[in-house]
């Protein structure tokens, strides 16, 4: 039911897709909520950059299909979704150079709503040398997807190109 000020009413429209449409779950760091997403049998969203290494993420999703399968569900179609950020240039030490202080200014804006997710120049290095945050030429970038999806177990990608107040 739709509540408007002057009314009850109801949906006009009725969802094609059965049982209903997908339902994403987003889980950080907690093996509960990767747990709970798939024994639900939903599709899982993440942050890669916020786990300290692609082990770490890896092992949350081997929860997430291991409870989809315990559940019943096809965790063959079940898809968890990365989102990362990307900058594609000429050279890795370009992109870093050209990238790090948009994504600084980023976690600059993070940190004013949350002081403790505030990343250092250092850990912003950091990750994109270990593709946390995917940057380099065209080569590299592709390598470092197929890399998150052979070895962090991410099927989806979901990119932000434009960060951190970088023109356009």
Known sequence: MVRRADQLSRPI???????HPPIWVGAKRSEET???????GYDLMTVPFVHPTTDALHDLIKIYRGALAKSGHDFVRREALGKFHIYVSDSFERGM???APFMKNYSDLH?????????TERDIGSDMARGFIIVGDPERCSDTIQ?????????TFS???HFGGMPQ
């Open 13 to 19: 429209l009725k969802p094609v897709q059965r049982p």
């Open 34 to 40: 990767f747990r709970w997403a798939g024994e639900m």
């Open 97 to 99: 150079r050209e990238a």
């Open 111 to 119: 940190h004013a709503a949350d002081p403790s997710r505030r990343l």
């Open 147 to 155: 890399r998150w999806h052979e070895e962090g177990g991410i099927t």
């Open 159 to 161: 990119a932000t190109f």
